[in-house]
């Protein structure tokens, strides 16, 4: 069984405060609050939440300079709330992952409906942002393999064919990935290169 999702509420009044602990409770969270920016941060320390919602005013930091603090040690989606809104306050968010603003009073169906969309946006980002680092991680892997069959075909004077099947062949005598053979091939190539008068 899996445990309940973590949320870090901050709010400096401690009715809402309150009032959030409880309704994240009530939607299935276990909650975690905090009644400042720097307490909001401490929270975070060590596993950091699921989920942080956050007033935008705290005493001592306020929650957008707190979540940004948290998100640059891992990713956590922030629903920023608030009792009102400007442009200055948006053009703060910079890179923030903020899926959700809610302006104060909250609703529980709206508190609702916002964890749910920022939680799976967030899931959706994530998606995409691992999707994104498997491509260049494979890109480069490719460019290792590729020098690595260069440097056969000129030491072996074989075809681009033969130099992938040898490579290929290596890799699995030796019980490594494709990538990993490549990169012990250039380092020989690299040690004979330094040996060549």
């Not at 302006?103 to 942002?129: C, G, N, T, Y």
């Not at 990538?179 to 190539?189: G, H, N, P």
Request: aromatic share 4%; proline share 4%; hydrophobic share 50%.
């Amino acid at each position: 069984m899996t445990s309940a999702p973590r949320v870090v509420v901050a709010d400096d009044d401690r009715d809402v405060r309150e009032y959030l602990q409880e309704a994240m409770a009530r939607l299935g969270w276990r909650v975690t609050a905090a009644a400042n920016g720097r307490e909001l941060i401490d929270a975070c320390q060590g596993t950091p939440p699921d989920l942080i919602v956050t007033d935008v005013k705290l005493p001592d930091l306020d929650g957008i300079a707190a979540a940004a603090a948290v998100n640059a040690n891992a990713a956590v989606p922030v629903i920023l709330v608030s009792a009102h809104h400007g442009d200055e306050l948006l053009g703060r968010l910079n890179d923030l992952p903020v899926l959700g603003y809610l302006i104060k009073p909250i609703s529980e169906a709206d508190l609702k409906a916002a964890v749910a969309v920022a939680v799976a946006r967030f899931r959706h980002f994530q998606a995409l942002r691992q999707e994104a680092h498997d491509l260049r991680q494979a890109l480069e892997d490719r460019k290792v393999i590729e020098r690595a069959k260069g440097a056969l075909m000129r030491r072996l004077a074989v075809d681009e064919e033969e130099a992938f099947r040898r490579l290929r062949l290596a890799a699995s005598g030796k019980n490594l990935k494709l990538v990993e053979m490549s990169r012990q091939v250039i380092a020989a190539e690299s040690v004979f290169a330094d040996m060549e008068p």
